[in-house]
DNA sequence: CGAGAAAGTCATCGATTGTTGACTTTCGAG
DNA sequence: CTCGAAAGTCAACAATCGATGACTTTCTCG
């Protein structure tokens, strides 16, 4: 009711604004669809601004999608994190929601799972995948067969990821109380 | 080199034979792709046939994918494995590929997994998932929990599966040696 | 043989996609 | 105040998609 005769304020001007509530807008719908699923115009209705423009700013649905996945902390997908922790940190990634840092992450997984079998995605996402997930998970890890044991971390991660989008309710972070119990029990074997 | 005048064989006319066809191709194509991104045309065009017939032998191509779907073995996914043999026999669903069982399973895993996030196709996966391999899993687990520890075997297998399709070699079946414990393993941990 | 049903093809429709160039609006610096 | 660059909009393009109806080819049965 504040403005009741302009219903389309027309949001202050600025690039660089623009751009990132378009990053964001395309990162929240390739995590839900995938590559040639999710449009250019209803990424741009997300923002309210004109389908053309996104593609004035990235050049391409290809170079959006290429920019997109290099978020978040462009270099290493885990910070600090010792061969110890890796259970409890990628456990948390999956229960725990809330923190915006372990969101971005497993967003940025159903991402990479979505477009997996796209086309025109795919090479880059297979290429993204090994050398910012596996080999630095596989080098933290370390000992015999590392790439295969940091293969199956991944895809506990990627799999649970992608049931809980489907509606598995056992998934459901809730309380992340027994659940998260269990998927360190589970990632600790993993990692043997 | 047999019929160097008539490059298209014009191969038989039986209905039946074509609409399996259509389905294998289907099949494939779908393990592949999302929903979205697997054309009718293609589809048609390994059977070598008119794009328009597919259309009109399954009435639409949502039909065509839930008939799909259906497939294999139109009942339960499991037969006859008890809750000691649910590690063993899941684990042989990834490393064993050259069963056409096991491998027409692995597909099937793969065509949920690929069109879990597609705006037509996702609500009919979501369904067939739960009642085709989810709580049949969980009954034959039983126990505490038993629908969270299904769901664990599951993320485990559709992990494992889509992350094959991207090249990680540690889950190429190769020998099926180590990597078959080691899933076993796993799986003995998710079944608790 | 020949008629009729079945199997398959062809052309085409409307809708949607990514992408582009020309246009209009806004706003800050001189 | 004004002018020009930046920010954004508009219209349209070529291509592709699923789907439909009319058409032609093939086969079978009487």
Redesign the pocket.
Known sequence: MLSPVCPAA?????????RQAMLEAARRQFARESY?N?????I?REV??????V??YF????A?FREVLRHPDDGNFLAGVSAEGVPDYFAGLLTQAETHDTAAKTEWLLIVLRSAGSSHASQIVRETLHERVLRPVARILGGEGAELRASLVLAVLMGGAVLRTMGVESLECEDSGPLHDKLVELLTAAVR
């Open positions: 027309p949001r202050p001007r600025n690039a660089a604004a623009t040639e999710v449009g250019l115009r209803e741009s309210g601004v004109d389908p053309a423009l593609c004035r050049g391409s649905k290809e959006l």
